[in-house]
């Protein structure tokens, strides 16, 4: 596999803020890489970086192997991205945009290739339409197609599904898993939410103030067999106690007397239910979640 | 280039406001039209009193030629404030939009952008003056003929012959266009600055009252500035209508607003390439 985008040492500073810091990340093709931060976490500033639109105060960033620079900006041509909201030119039609948008690349592309971008966001028959008319999820749709135009290797896409209704984060995701599977896209995608990173994503990033927290692939962030299990309970003040002395207190992680939190197998959990059950305790609610999720919401409850 | 270019002017027309100028030409020239349609003799008996009792004056005085000349004087003032509306939005109008960041991710050069919105703001501009130079010139001419023109200052009047007027105007429209440019440049400089084009818009705007004001008043403190102020020199165009006609005085004028473009316009090449976009 070979590195399609490469970020070495990225920093940038507003004034006295931090907002990226000493940054590394290397996204191969075939990728579907997700950058997951909470909002502010620096998640726009480091794309922006990545597309040259802000200057790194230090660090480099690579596309297709080669140094990308203010005087190399051709290499642009093998990115295409949407950055936050899919703000296009709202006064003309899609066509128009995409007409714009495929001169700004710099090659030469043929009006069967606008059809067929309409076509894959599912915009066909309404590009004639003033995009002031469009939904937010059509607009986001245009913007995907706007990326795609010049056909390049790696899409960027910055919240993808920000702001969405349920049926509009459907569409997105389909096409983004469309683009990876049957396009062989390389994807990054940036998200303040695990799941969506989660069902989409096959590697990621967690960003935090500006920094890298942690970084691989999907399957070995989010281990299946450690799962974080709360359980709630009618009040019983004997309860913590009691865990304290039996055969799963190496797996309390917390006790009172409304609720347990465990640190166990998922296999475990029936089990955990039935010693609870036979000793008396009254319980109403068995909520299991990924030690990743209770990682990233600790960070982003601080 | 040619094709971003023609992109640019088809974003630019496709906007209703671009056509506000446009509008606002027509009306004022209507409307002075139609006041010396109305009492126009009148206004001309007034104004020539000092005159018509030395000399004997015949012929068609309020003539297309005159009538223009009265537009544009109380006009050309004005064109640097329309010419603002558009050249202000170029770039802060896409921040504003949003449309600049995704722009910028294209493999196009931010010099190369900065050149084709400058292009495309001249070339309204200049359709602008064209424009005026219709409906000031030659619905004028249709209104009220043609004959020679009684050019009157402060202290002398001039008479210009019949024929020896219309290159007169062509060349002041094309003196126009050149101090239109540097109001482009400054517009398109503040515009780099700013993520809403009102800022840039007013802020040109601005300059241009108040500097024109400076150039306008007699004050010793004032008169060692003005022959660096652009707005001292955008009145260039008058002089095509002196006999003879000052043509050291037009070239210095034309030299500095040269000076006053090319000078901005590198400035905001220079400032667009090292900016962070954060819009």
Known sequence: MSAILEARGLTKKFGERVAVNDLNLTINRGQ????????????????RMLLGLIFPDQGEVYINGSHFTPRNRRLLAHVGAIIERPDLYNYLSGWDNLRIFAALSK???????????????????REKDKVKTY????????????????????????????GLDPQGIAEIRKLIQMLSMQQGKTILLSSHLLYEVEQMATHMLILHKGRKITEGAVKELIDPDETIVEIDMLHNAAAPAMLATSEWKQHVTAATPAQITF????????????????NGVQVTRIHAKHSLENYFLTLTND | MIKLLSLELYKIFKRPRTFISFGLVTAIALVIQLAMTA????????????????????????????????????????????????AGDTLAGE?????LRLVLTRPVSRSELVLVKFMASIIYSLLLIIWLAAVALLLSIVLFGTGDMINMKSETFILLLKNDI????????????LAMSSIVSLAMFLSAFAENAIG?????????????ILSNLELPLFNLIKPYLFTTHMIGWKGFFDDPVPYAAITRSAGVLLSYTAGLLLATILYFNKKDIQS
């Open chain 1, 135 to 162: 939904s937010l999820g059509m607009k986001q749709r245009l913007g995907i197609a706007v990326a795609l135009i010049h056909d390049p290797e790696l899409l960027i896409l910055d919240e993808p599904t920000n």
């Open chain 2, 39 to 86: 009492g126009g003799k009148d206004f001309l008996s007034f104004g020539m009193q000092g005159i018509t009792e030395q000399f004997d004056v015949n012929g068609n005085i309020l003539n297309g030629y005159l009538v223009a000349y009265l537009i544009l004087q109380s006009l050309l003032i004005h064109i640097p404030l329309l010419i603002a509306l558009v």
């Open chain 1, 107 to 125: 090659q030469n592309i043929p009006t069967a290739r606008l059809h067929e971008v309409l076509e894959m966001v599912g915009l066909a028959g």
């Open chain 1, 32 to 47: 579907v890489y997700g950058l997951l931060g909470q909002n502010g976490a620096g998640k726009s500033t480091l794309i």
């Open chain 2, 200 to 212: 840039p818009i007013v802020a040109t705007m601005g300059i241009v009252v108040v500097l024109t």
């Open chain 1, 263 to 278: 640190r166990v197998n998922n296999r475990q959990v029936p089990a955990i239910n039935e010693y609870l059950v036979k």
């Open chain 2, 166 to 177: 219309p290159w007169r105007y062509f060349a002041a429209f094309g003196f126009a266009s």
């Open chain 2, 95 to 99: 921040a504003n939009m949003g449309t």
